[in-house]
């Protein structure tokens, strides 16, 4: 049984990082709502392996990774309440290796790949950071079978929606932090815009044609999303519902 000291330090997590989630996750009954701050833990120790300041050498980010990797599946103690918490909730809630590791290797892809060509590239790292989360989601609402393959498609699209608001909202940011370039390269390239003008920072009418593109495709993500949200509990669509309006 997942601890509450286990769930106050998830929680710690989720209010320090990701306000807007936090905001939401406590509309969701109990029962949802203590698992859900334990995935966002781990979510956000993952992530920071690779985006955080100091975080060692890429071959000790690796390490690090397979670390938490190993623990997250059960396979090596810990004494990370957070870890070993998310190992319990994924035993508890049938949650599939496949999309712990698909996460995981997500964020390792972080530390030597900062370009994507094709939007079916960064769709493909999208599986592993965002649909894969929108999937361990789905597993703690104890849906029935019928229910849950209902639920699927939608919870991906939703997953990646909020994953590419925050390459929209932080393209500067990837830019400078990390020398990253989430945006598709084919579609800077559509609208004129090289590689070397966003690394320059130069923010013209062309980048924003590339990025009214872009959203315009996480709007139509975020109907997909939004759309199944009726084959969720009852006492959980509303939470949910509030995570989509405030995060766009």
């Known amino acids: 049984m997942v601890e509450q000291k286990q769930v106050a330090r998830s929680k710690r997590i989720q209010r320090r990082t990701g306000k807007t989630f936090h905001v939401a996750t406590r509309l969701l009954p109990q029962r949802i709502r203590h698992p859900t701050y334990v995935l966002y833990g781990f979510f956000r120790i993952a992530d920071e392996v690779v985006d955080a300041e100091d975080t060692g050498t890429p071959a000790e980010q690796r390490a690090e990774l397979d670390r938490l990797r190993a623990a997250a599946l059960g396979e090596e103690p810990t004494d990370d309440p957070v870890l070993e918490a998310f190992a319990e909730v994924c035993e508890r809630n049938d949650i599939p290796d496949e999309d712990v590791h698909s996460f995981v290797d997500a964020m390792a ?119 199944g949200i009726k084959y969720l509990p009852e006492d959980c669509q509303l939470a949910v519902l509030l995570s989509a309006v405030l995060y766009v």
């Open 109 to 227: 892809s972080d530390i030597d790949t900062d370009r994507y060509e094709t939007y079916a590239d960064l769709e493909a790292y999208m599986d592993g950071s965002a649909a894969a989360v929108g999937r361990m989601m789905t597993a703690i609402m104890d849906l029935d079978p019928e229910e849950e393959a209902e639920a699927l498609p939608h919870a991906t699209k939703l997953g990646e929606a909020f994953q590419m608001t925050n390459f929209l909202r932080d393209v500067r940011e990837d830019v400078v932090e990390r020398d990253r370039i989430y945006l598709p390269l084919e579609t800077l390239r559509r609208h004129g815009v090289s590689e070397e003008q966003i690394l320059e920072l130069e923010f013209d009418e062309n980048v924003a044609a590339a990025i009214r593109e872009e959203m315009a495709r996480t709007e139509r993500l975020y109907e997909e999303g939004v759309a």
